[in-house]
């Protein structure tokens, strides 16, 4: 099947043919689209799903006191601050300075931490840019992908069981659907222990013992 896209050939005006996919992108897709959601794996465990409307980004810092990952969520409607072992909601900001509302005007794209964390920066992977950690230092890994576009996948796997190189629900796993929101962040924390995805609608987090 060839795709015609709307780039004009060397003569002008001609559309060039996008190439069809290849007989194993076919299959990798469909192998895609078949997975169902599936809970994460041992020992990973499902901590929370929260709505937060108008969700801009999400950034990792660390508890002071309790060393626990802390994920902050940067909103239309604020900041707040999440216990990612207990989903506890710690802190929240209603009306943070317009300087700081968004990280877009800081080079490093962080915003002022709140609660235990006030007077530190937190880098914002989200609408306006930047990233979480794809991998552990253990080998799990962590990808988006877009078999049916625009709708957003997140898989899991582990030791390189990437979707083509294992069986579903045993080297790899679809772990989240972004079917109705925008996905704006998902990755690990540094330490490795907890994994957050972030659409423009809600947060969730899976966490690990060390």
């Given amino acids: 099947m060839t795709k015609w896209t709307r780039k004009s050939g060397p003569a002008g005006g001609r559309p060039v043919p996008e190439p069809g996919l290849t007989s194993y992108q076919r299959a990798l897709r469909d192998r895609l689209l078949a997975a169902p959601e599936v809970p994460a794996p041992e020992p990973w465990r499902d901590v929370t799903s929260v709505p ?20 902050m969520v940067v909103s239309h409607d ?11 909601k710690i802190a929240r900001d209603r009306d943070p300075g317009p300087e700081d509302s968004t990280p877009e005007s800081d080079p490093e794209l962080s915003c002022p931490g709140l609660g235990p964390v006030a007077g530190d920066r937190v880098r914002i992977a989200g609408l306006f840019g930047g990233g979480l950690h794809a991998v552990t230092g253990d080998g799990w890994l962590l990808e988006v992908v877009v078999p049916a576009w625009p709708h957003e ?24 659907h972004a079917r109705h929101r925008e996905l704006r962040a998902a990755g690990f924390s540094p330490s490795g222990r907890t994994i957050a995805v972030a659409t423009s609608g809600d947060l969730s987090l899976w966490a690990r013992r060390p």
Avoid: N
Wanted: no cysteine.
């Fill in 52 to 71: 937060v409307g108008g969700l801009l980004g999400i950034g990792f810092t660390v508890h002071p006191a309790t060393g626990h990952d802390l994920v």
């Fill in 78 to 88: 604020g900041h707040g601050l999440f216990d990612a072992v207990t989903g506890e």
């Fill in 153 to 176: 996948r997140v898989l899991l796997s582990r030791d390189g069981g990437l979707p083509h190189a294992g069986p579903h629900g045993e080297r790899w796993w679809h772990l989240f």
